[in-house]
């Protein structure tokens, strides 16, 4: 009798075990080859553009759906496509430098999602609508932007085109239209993020 029961019961854990993990959440990981993030800075008269490398984790649901993510995002991945070779590594020093990203102290830029939601008027371009934190100098400030977001079999990709104002996290440097210099608040941001199901 003894025997029966521990049987009975070692079968009732197993098939609780079983329940749980079929309803595990998805966890995609970001594809660090196929993801970037682009950004665009300008002055008055001339602009340039480049990219960030960013890794992370997306929690979907058992949809497809995203419910949440984290990415991190490495200063020193910082690429430049628009000048010569052999000038860019100046700009590049510069961006890194304590006029903008102080890379030596804050090595990271971090993104967590804390809500996606469907668009009230989706279009083509924009099917839903990402709302987390950007923490960027050490400073968090919450943001939200239109995302297109597809599903197909295994994967997730987002992508999204927005503005940042730098001034907001503290990137200060450069801000006076009256001086010599001066590079504009906004900077532009595009989110290609491709993620496989673990």
Known sequence: MKYQFAVYAALLIASACSRNNGNELPVYTVDGARSTIEWKGSAPDHFHTGSFSVSGEMQGDSNGHIRKGTFNIPIASIQNFDLPNEVKPQLLDHLKSPDFFNMAVHPNARFVIHAVTPAEKPTPAATHIIEGDFTMLGNTRAIRFPAKITSQHNSIVAKASF??????????????????????PEVEIKLNIQATKK
């Open 163 to 184: 503005s940042i104002d730098r001034l907001l996290w503290g990137m200060t440097s450069y801000n006076d239209p009256e001086k010599e210099l001066y590079i504009r």
